[in-house]
Structures are given as structure tokens and as C-alpha cells.
């Protein structure tokens, strides 16, 4: 497949059948509508609302499989900039109309050799045919320079339509606020939103590719307004429908340090296709965050292909109540040989045991029950609340743990039927340094709103005492950053088991093929 090819648009009717051709040839797809004197005419709103439609549409045919990228600068009147100094590299140029002069400009301008594959078969030729509602539409003022805001985590067809509208809108500048984790701890999965550099570095390459005729200041806030409240300079805020009031507190606040009053244009949430009671009604990032779970979030590190590939070991972890028992018991169903490093710890606490020894020597014969054996009742108190004492019993019992898994897990690789993926579940995996006795690591997260929740119900615990229980766990953004697969509890069960369903078909063609590369 070609990554990188640019469409020349002259028959927006027939968009749809160009793209659902061209979707296998490439993974990005640049737009050039055809402009010619037949269309030079047409206004800024014209092409927003296009534009709006084209990118509408073209997720209907293609949802998320091809990066599409409507190119703005070619329709700015007086703009003599060269309307392809594209970022990316172009490997083929399609056409839905006959026009081999443009297309061997074009061809000439980004050095591409192969030839252009025309997609109407009539090779009819002409210029750009627009809807009628777009040529009728109302002209509209251009400003020096416009302002918007947002998360922009990974750049969605919601955010393609917002960006482009304040784009056509600017003949100056453009200046982004991108908020930074201090405004993002509301939003779904925040663990999972990029770094506010990343997500700065993603916006900056789509609106220069778009349209490099433009000065982008993007910048992070931590505030609902960023420079909203100081900048003099501006001119047009671009907002969505549904904070078309944060556009009017923004000119309120203006108003306030004697700051001219800014125009304000307001989009249309996109809606989403996909209502199911879990994902949002709109086109959003949460929703693309949501479909992250169960999916591959990073690859495994080489480091440890250096362990046997059989059994492939999976570390399951995640804080408290966040159902790690209940995922294993899933991945167990599905096939996965499960160690639990909670009843593990439970058979190292036994007498004859170099942990029991070990504790009992530190921790004296006041901590054991009647019958000899440990009480964790009476060494529970001894050491939580009590930092020195809790690292003495972590290294007590950790080292001896995971010596016991190793022996199993020895057992397990010399068993007449060795399994071929072991799920191992332990809630200390990360702070015990044991992901490196792992394959790969997969987590649970939930918002810390809802364990708190979950603590309260399944100890009888006050919110108090649950909030100090959640505060003791290793954050979420740092399980997440260790993780190659995550996973959420928060929504309903059946959605639990779609992502354990989806990790497992991932996780069993990824073996396979492994397995097939090795046999060759």
C-alpha cells in the first residue's frame, strides 16, 4: 500500500465512489479541489460548508481507516503561495476527471514518477462542480487574526471540520490554546490523553499541512481562557455550539480589562454513529480514547523476547476494585492458565516456609494466630501506616513470591501440555518490579471517583478511609505507562468482556503469526 496519495476533486458528487477506490492504495489522502476561473468566485463559507460535508462524507466511507486532509490554501483568493508544499511525501496522484496538464504539474511539482490513475472511466474533464446551496451561500468576513480552543487528543473528524472553518476564516494568524492536564482530569480516560507537546506537535503539522500561508501560535493554557484575556490583537473566536457560551465569557472578561470584543462563529457538533449508551452522541476524543481499551497501546518491549515464548506470560494489574480478579477470570475462560499472586502469597505465609520464617523472626511470635500460622489481622496494623515497616515486609515477601511463581511457571513450561498464554494477576506487579518477568503487561483502570465508590460498598468503609486505600495505590497514569494493553471496568459488564474479547483475538493472531515467522 502506497501511504501517501492526493486526490484531484472536480465532481464532489461522485466523491464517494472516488474514495472508496483509492482506500486501499493509500493510508493518508490529501483533497485539492480542482479551482479553476469557473470557481474563483466562490466565498470562504462556500468552501467551509464543503468542506464540512467532504469530511462528513468522507468518514462515512472511510471511518478511520485513510488520515484525510482537505487543502485550504489553494482556495484563499490572492494567495500566491504554492498550493502543495505538502508535509508529507505523495506516492500517487488520483483524479475523479481527465486532466493529464494538472495532473503532470502536479506529478512534476512532488517528483512523483508513477502515473496518475484517472477514476472516471468517461475521462470526462472541467472544473469543480459545486451544490448549489454552497455557490448561493452568503459571503462572510475574513479576520487578521482568529482564535479557538480544545484538548485535540488525536486529531478526529470533529476536529478536522473546527480547525478548517477557523483556517478559512484567518488571513493572518491563528492562535490555539491546547489545554494541559490541569483542565483534562474531568474528561474520560485521562491517562489516556497525550502529552500537551505531543498533542501541540500533531496540530501544528495538520493546519501547516492544510494551509502554510499562516502564522500559528499554539500554545498550551491552563485556563479556560489562555490569551483570550490579554492578547489585543484578535479578531474572531471560532467555538463549538455547545460552548458557544465560553465565547461570550471570554468577550465578558475581555470587556472587563477594556480588550476589543471578539466576533463569534459557531460550529455544529458532528454527531457519531455509533449510540450505544457508552460512547459519546458526538464525534469526540473520549471516543476514540474509549476504543484504545483492549487494543494494543504500545508494543512490547524487546527487551524481554529473550524469555521462552512458551508460555507467553501476560502481567494483569491495576489498582484496588478496579476488576483485575474478575478480568482473569475472563482471560482464564478464554483459555489463559491464571496465577494468582494473592492465594501464591497466602501459601509462602505458611509455616516451613522461608517467608514465614523471615517475618516472624522481624516481626516476633505476637503476630501469629493460635494454630501457629500468621495472622494478618494482627501484622496488618504493624505495618500499614508504618512506611519503614511496610518496605521491610515487601522485601520479605515479594522476592520470596515471585520465587515461587518462577517455580510454577518451571512446572508449567515441562507439563505434558504446555499452556500457551499464562495470566499473571498480581496488584503489586509494577511496584514489585515483575513486569520484567512478563511478556507484556495489561491493566485495569478506573476513575478514582469510581473505586472509591467500590471500596465504600465491598469493605462497609467510610469515604474517608476509602480515599486513603485508593491514595496508597499506584497512580493510574503510571500503571497506564507502563501498560501494552489496558482495560476499563467503569461502564457495563457486557463492554468489559467486549475489550477482553478484543484483547485475546489480538493477543492469539499476534502468537500465531509469531509462531508461523519462527517455523520458517
Known amino acids: 500500500m502506497a501511504s501517501t496519495g492526493l486526490l484531484v476533486v472536480s465532481n464532489i458528487k461522485q466523491l464517494g465512489k472516488s474514495l472508496k477506490s483509492i482506500e486501499k492504495y493509500v493510508s493518508s489522502l490529501y483533497i485539492h479541489l480542482n479551482v479553476n476561473a469557473s470557481s474563483a468566485s466562490i466565498t470562504p463559507p462556500s468552501w467551509g460548508r464543503l468542506i464540512s460535508q467532504l469530511y462528513a462524507d468522507s468518514h462515512g466511507y472511510l471511518g478511520n481507516k485513510v488520515d484525510l486532509r482537505v487543502l485550504v490554501s489553494p482556495l484563499k483568493k490572492d494567495n500566491n503561495v504554492s498550493p502543495l508544499q505538502l508535509l508529507k511525501p505523495v506516492d500517487l496522484i488520483f483524479s475523479d476527471a481527465h486532466h493529464p496538464e494538472l495532473c503532470d504539474s502536479l506529478r512534476s511539482t512532488l517528483n512523483i514518477s ?16 459545486l451544490p448549489t446551496e454552497c455557490v448561493q451561500a452568503p459571503s462572510l468576513q475574513v ?18 471540520i473546527f480547525l478548517t472553518q477557523a483556517v478559512l476564516r484567518a488571513c493572518r494568524r491563528l492562535v490555539v490554546g491546547v489545554t494541559t492536564a490541569a483542565m483534562t482530569k474531568s474528561k474520560t480516560l485521562p491517562e489516556l490523553i497525550l502529552p500537551v507537546e505531543q498533542r501541540i506537535a500533531l496540530l501544528h503539522e495538520f493546519l501547516a499541512d492544510i494551509d502554510s500561508t499562516l502564522q500559528y ?27 458557544l457560551r465560553g465565547g461570550q465569557k471570554v468577550n465578558e472578561l475581555r470587556a472587563a480589562k477594556q480588550l476589543r470584543q471578539l466576533d463569534i ?20 476524543s473520549s471516543n476514540t480514547r474509549i476504543d484504545l481499551l483492549g487494543t494494543r497501546w504500545r508494543q512490547p518491549q ?35 492458565h491464571v496465577i494468582d ?17 523471615k517475618i516472624v523472626e522481624h516481626f ?26 511496610l518496605h521491610i515486609l515487601n522485601g520479605i515477601v515479594w522476592p520470596e513470591l515471585m520465587l515461587e511463581v518462577q517455580r510454577r511457571l518451571a512446572k508449567l513450561r515441562t507439563a505434558a501440555v504446555v499452556p500457551k498464554v499464562v495470566v499473571l494477576e498480581a496488584a503489586v506487579l509494577l511496584r514489585a518490579g515483575w513486569e520484567t518477568n512478563c511478556h507484556e503487561v495489561w491493566s485495569m483502570i ?51 468482556q467486549k475489550q477482553a474479547d478484543r484483547a485475546w483475538q489480538m493477543l492469539n493472531k499476534e502468537l500465531e503469526s509469531k509462531e508461523l515467522q519462527s517455523s520458517l
Open 114 to 129: 508513477k502515473p496518475t490513475i484517472f477514476l472516471d472511466e468517461t475521462k470526462a474533464s472541467g472544473c469543480l462542480q
Open 143 to 160: 479576520y487578521p487574526t482568529v482564535v479557538l480552543g480544545g484538548t485535540f487528543d488525536r486529531i478526529h473528524l470533529g476536529h478536522k
Open 217 to 243: 501560535d499554539i500554545v498550551p493554557i491552563d485556563d479556560p481562557f489562555g490569551p483570550t484575556q490579554h492578547d489585543p490583537e484578535m479578531d474572531l473566536i471560532v467555538v463549538s455550539a455547545e460552548t
Open 265 to 284: 462563529f459557531a460550529i455544529d457538533i458532528v454527531e457519531s454513529n455509533v449510540q450505544d449508551g457508552i460512547h459519546e452522541s458526538k464525534v469526540s
Open 302 to 336: 524487546q527487551a524481554n523476547s529473550k524469555m521462552p515464548m512458551r508460555p507467553y506470560i501476560i502481567g494483569l494489574t491495576g489498582g484496588i476494585c478496579s476488576g483485575k480478579s474478575k478480568m482473569a477470570q475472563r482471560l482464564g475462560d478464554m483459555g489463559a
Open 341 to 357: 499472586c494473592d492465594k501464591v502469597a497466602h501459601d509462602v505465609y505458611e509455616p516451613g516456609q522461608a517467608c514465614y520464617t
Open 364 to 389: 516476633g511470635k505476637e503476630i501469629l494466630s493460635t494454630n501457629g500460622r500468621i495472622d494478618r489481622s494482627k501484622l496488618g496494623p504493624r505495618v500499614f501506616g508504618n512506611p519503614t515497616e
Open 446 to 496: 478506573v476513575p478514582e471517583e469510581e473505586a472509591v465508590k467500590r471500596i465504600m460498598e465491598r469493605n462497609s468503609l467510610s469515604e474517608q478511609e476509602a480515599r486513603n486505600r485508593v491514595a496508597s495505590q499506584v497512580a493510574n497514569a503510571d500503571i497506564v505507562a507502563k501498560s501494552h494493553v489496558i482495560f476499563s471496568s467503569q461502564w457495563d459488564y457486557d463492554f468489559t
